[in-house]
């Protein structure tokens, strides 16, 4: 059994800054790619960055000149960094991530999300 948890989210004022992590647990061989979404109430969950390893990563251009990520192998945790927040940042942020278990052994899990809210 693997679960991937996010954590970090909370309430700031605009143009603060937020860290959010997605740590992995359970049964992990490596990580694969992980990728972070958000979602806003009502609508579809759309992309915010992915990262394949820790040195190729690629954020959405919507927010690419805000936000940036890495990732610690050796926590299994990934981060997505966030700063200058805006109040269109509000939105429930999920990662979703590619586990191996073991070689040629993987899932697909997504974390149960972490709700960010920048006020204006």
């Known amino acids: 059994q693997v679960q991937l948890t996010e954590s970090g989210g909370g309430s700031v004022r605009s143009g603060e800054s937020l860290t959010l992590s997605c740590a992995a647990s359970g049964n992990i061989f490596k990580l694969g790619t992980i990728d972070w979404y958000r979602q806003y109430p009502g609508k579809q969950r759309e992309f915010v960055a992915t990262l394949p390893t820790a040195t190729i990563t690629r954020v959405a251009d919507s927010v690419k000149d805000r936000f940036t990520v890495s990732r610690d192998d050796a926590k299994n945790t990934v981060y997505l960094q966030m700063k200058s927040l805006k109040p269109e940042d509000t939105a429930v942020y999920y990662c979703?991530?590619?586990?191996?278990?073991?070689?040629?052994?993987?899932?697909?899990?997504w974390g149960q999300g972490t709700q960010v809210n920048v006020s204006s």
């Open positions: 979703r991530g590619l586990i191996f278990k073991g070689p040629g052994d993987s899932v697909v899990e």
